[in-house]
């Protein structure tokens, strides 16, 4: 007995896409409600002298961005698997265990990406300037160069150029790592109902 029928599967990965486009604007808009309330800090520790107030909220910023990022690459990722499945069941090659209950189930198709994507980390290079990736980067950069500047006596455009870039390097080994990680264990759960069968055929056998 299916749960859905077959014919109603892009029905229901069109309401999760929607679902996962809704949880994206509200990590957005609460990401952007937390900073401005650390700029306020920031400002009011500025004109106050207090350095180390200053170092503290630059670290507070730069967690809150990284954590809020972390879920923001994982509905993108999210979404893509989800494009994927729909262009699988509109060709009717969906199969009911993997219809997902939410964006990212923990078995997925292998190599998903491949049919919707140009690499296993983002979609397309002009999903650089979506608001998920763009506005991490700067709020991070903007914080980095806040702490650095504490830090260093160079001149403000070197340590800006060294905040963006170690920004970039840091999301860019994140991305690859979660990935990785993501893929790696999909594989290991994949691989998994096949050794149970071995390990009770040779249970058998030995009976």
Known sequence: MYDVPKEQYVTVIREMLRHEDDLTNHRIMWL??????????????????????????????????????VMLYRSYQALGYLHFLAQQAKQGRLAEEYLPLDGWPKNRVKDWWREVWICPWIGKISHTTEPWLFLPTILMSMWFFVLLEQQTSLHKAIVLGLAVVLVLLMLSLFCILWVWLHRTDNERRAEEPGRASRTDGDRSSVR
């Open 32 to 69: 952007l409600v937390v900073q401005g309330l650390l700029v306020n800090a920031y400002v009011a520790a500025r004109g106050g002298g207090g350095r180390p107030v200053i170092l503290v909220l630059s670290l507070v910023g730069i967690l809150i961005t990284l954590s809020c990022f």
